[in-house]
């Protein structure tokens, strides 16, 4: 079966739903808190799996990205 049909009234309701499902999914991830970069950096430090040439880049690129804005 491909297709499905429903009253109007059910749509429309299903429509208001995922508008309002948009609105809060998109404000909540929006509202994530992010971590200090240098916390970030300072958290792949502590690994002393990266070498200080890697740790500047990923700082740069961090402060460079929307992560940092």
């Known amino acids: 079966m491909s297709q ?22 998109s404000n909540l991830f ?13 958290d792949f430090k502590k690994t002393r799996l990266y070498t200080n040439k890697f740790l500047s880049d990923l700082e740069n690129g961090l402060r460079r990205s929307s992560y940092g804005k």
């Open 30 to 42: 929006a509202a994530i808190l992010k971590d200090p970069i240098e916390d970030v950096v300072n």
């Open 4 to 25: 499905i049909t429903i009253s109007k009234k059910e749509y429309i309701q299903l429509k208001n739903q995922s508008q309002a499902y948009k609105k809060v999914a």
